[in-house]
């Protein structure tokens, strides 16, 4: 959202980015120089905190929706009243916000539109999940199997909550001014031509840096938010060092927790694969593991990494923003999906934009050391193997 709205601030629009106090007080480091930014409450810190999830659901809509209005009518006593309020879609209570000030809504997407058209069709009760393994069919969509839904769906008694937030997603969602989707039309056309002929919709992706698309906007090198403390100048130091595609980028994001076993098993499949590697993990233990053939840090600026030519694949969790970078920046994938979305992502990646290698958990859910494929191809302006 930080992206999209430095991109509307370059085309003259004066954009407020607003992030609840919570978030503000922690580690997250905010960098706009033409976004003012905002806080809001989100109810941390005022009372008992929340025994359950639903609880603290509810607890935060409370205090949020109060907060945002709050802020809007502060704005709208200044000499830039507030026109348009961009909520994220998790957030559908924030268009009743909107439009009680008289303000047009839009509800920013952050999956894929082949996810959403999925979840949108669980929500309206067209898409039945039966147990085992079937074949499924949807409009706009290539035939699926069960393990390329999302988990959410594929697993709904153990996700029951979360699955409920994100289905709340369409509560609203018809009475907003615009849907915004953070893809673009060459890359998901047959699922957006669907949404565009129900609904007003409209792309706005990939939001990631200008420097890694189009180079519109100048000094745009960075998504200017940090959630960690990023190990970027040594990554790019020891990548410097290395030939041409030869270095095999791993990183499974910021949610994903992976078993000890599993842990171990990658560590042991990039050994054994002969490749350099850089690895993006948070378990100090394995820092030490292999120091002759890797290079594993805490955190990077992934897409500098990505950009470089050292790298020659990205082993990836598939999530949304991930699968971006690496399409925008030509580089191929070997998905190794792990829940919500990333099942659906790793099936386009392989069967659909054929930019990448589906890895296979075994009947524990664990992926393997020993699975291993020959690819070869040539994407994006590189020979990578």
Same mark, same amino acid.
């Given at each position: 959202?930080?992206?999209?709205?430095?991109?509307?601030?370059?085309?003259?629009?004066?954009?407020?980015?607003?992030?609840?106090?919570?978030?503000?007080?922690?580690?997250?480091?905010?960098?706009?120089?033409?976004?003012?930014?905002?806080?809001?409450?989100?109810?941390?810190?005022?009372?008992?905190?929340?025994?359950?999830?639903?609880?603290?659901?509810?607890?935060?809509?409370?205090?949020?929706?109060?907060?945002?209005?709050?802020?809007?009518?502060?704005?709208?006593?200044?000499?830039?009243?507030?026109?348009?309020?961009?909520?994220?879609?998790?957030?559908?209570?924030?268009?009743?916000?909107?439009?009680?000030?008289?303000?047009?809504?839009?509800?920013?997407?952050?999956?894929?539109?082949?996810?959403?058209?999925?979840?949108?069709?669980?929500?309206?009760?067209?898409?039945?999940?039966?147990?085992?393994?079937?074949?499924?069919?949807?409009?706009?969509?290539?035939?699926?199997?069960?393990?390329?839904?999302?988990?959410?769906?594929?697993?709904?008694?153990?996700?029951?909550?979360?699955?409920?937030?994100?289905?709340?997603?369409?509560?609203?969602? %018809?009475?907003?001014?615009?849907?915004? *989707? &953070?893809?673009?039309?060459?890359?998901?056309? @047959?699922? +957006?031509?669907? /949404?565009?002929?129900?609904?007003?919709?409209?792309?706005?992706?990939?939001?990631?840096?200008?420097?890694?698309?189009?180079?519109?906007?100048?000094?745009? %090198?960075?998504?200017?938010?940090?959630? *960690? &403390?990023?190990?970027?100048?040594?990554?790019? @130091?020891? +990548?410097?060092? /290395?030939?041409?595609?030869?270095?095999?980028?791993?990183?499974?994001?910021?949610?994903?927790?992976?078993?000890?076993?599993?842990?171990?098993?990658?560590?042991?499949?990039?050994?054994?694969?002969?490749?350099?590697?850089?690895?993006?993990?948070?378990?100090?233990? +394995?820092?030490?593991?292999?120091?002759?053939?890797?290079?594993?840090?805490?955190?990077?600026?992934?897409?500098?990494?990505?950009?470089?030519?050292?790298?020659?694949?990205?082993?990836?969790?598939?999530?949304?923003?991930?699968?971006?970078?690496?399409?925008?920046?030509?580089?191929?994938?070997?998905?190794?999906?792990?829940?919500?979305?990333?099942?659906?992502?790793?099936?386009?990646?392989?069967?659909?934009?054929?930019?990448?290698?589906?890895?296979?958990?075994?009947?524990?859910?664990?992926?393997?050391?020993?699975?291993?494929?020959?690819?070869?191809?040539?994407?994006?302006?590189?020979?990578?193997?």
């Amino acid at each position: 959202m930080l992206q999209f709205s430095k991109h509307l601030t370059s085309k003259g629009l004066k954009v407020t980015f607003v992030l609840t106090s919570k978030a503000i007080s922690t580690n997250i480091q905010v960098q706009a120089n033409s976004v003012k930014i905002a806080c809001i409450s989100d109810g941390s810190g005022q009372g008992d905190k929340a025994k359950d999830i639903v609880t603290s659901i509810e607890h935060f809509q409370a205090a949020a929706s109060q907060s945002l209005a709050e802020l809007i009518e502060k704005q709208n006593s200044s000499d830039h009243p507030a026109k348009v309020l961009v909520y994220d879609s998790v957030m559908p209570w924030a268009l009743e916000v909107a439009q009680r000030f008289g303000l047009r809504g839009a509800s920013f997407f952050t999956q894929s539109c082949a996810v959403i058209a999925i979840y949108y069709h669980f929500y309206e009760g067209n898409l039945k999940v039966p147990p085992g393994s079937v074949t499924i069919s949807l409009p706009s969509m290539p035939l699926l199997e069960t393990n390329d839904l999302p988990s959410f769906i594929g697993d709904v008694g153990s996700y029951q909550v979360l699955l409920s937030v994100i289905i709340n997603q369409f509560s609203t969602f %018809k009475k907003a001014d615009w849907l915004f *989707f &953070n893809t673009f039309d060459k890359l998901e056309e @047959k699922a +957006l031509n669907w /949404m565009a002929s129900q609904w007003p919709s409209m792309t706005i992706g990939p939001t990631i840096p200008s420097m890694y698309l189009d180079r519109r906007m100048e000094n745009d %090198k960075d998504y200017g938010l940090n959630l *960690f &403390n990023s190990s970027a100048e040594a990554c790019i @130091k020891w +990548l410097d060092k /290395m030939e041409k595609g030869s270095v095999i980028y791993a990183s499974f994001g910021t949610l994903a927790s992976l078993s000890e076993n599993q842990m171990e098993e990658i560590a042991c499949g990039l050994k054994n694969s002969g490749r350099y590697f850089l690895w993006v993990i948070v378990l100090d233990k +394995l820092i030490d593991i292999y120091p002759t053939t890797g290079l594993i840090v805490n955190w990077c600026s992934q897409l500098e990494v990505l950009a470089h030519q050292a790298v020659g694949c990205f082993m990836t969790h598939c999530g949304w923003n991930s699968t971006l970078e690496a399409l925008s920046t030509g580089v191929p994938v070997v998905a190794v999906s792990q829940w919500t979305d990333q099942d659906t992502n790793a099936r386009f990646i392989v069967d659909v934009w054929n930019v990448g290698l589906r890895v296979k958990a075994n009947d524990k859910g664990i992926i393997t050391r020993g699975d291993r494929r020959e690819y070869k191809r040539s994407y994006g302006g590189r020979n990578r193997e």
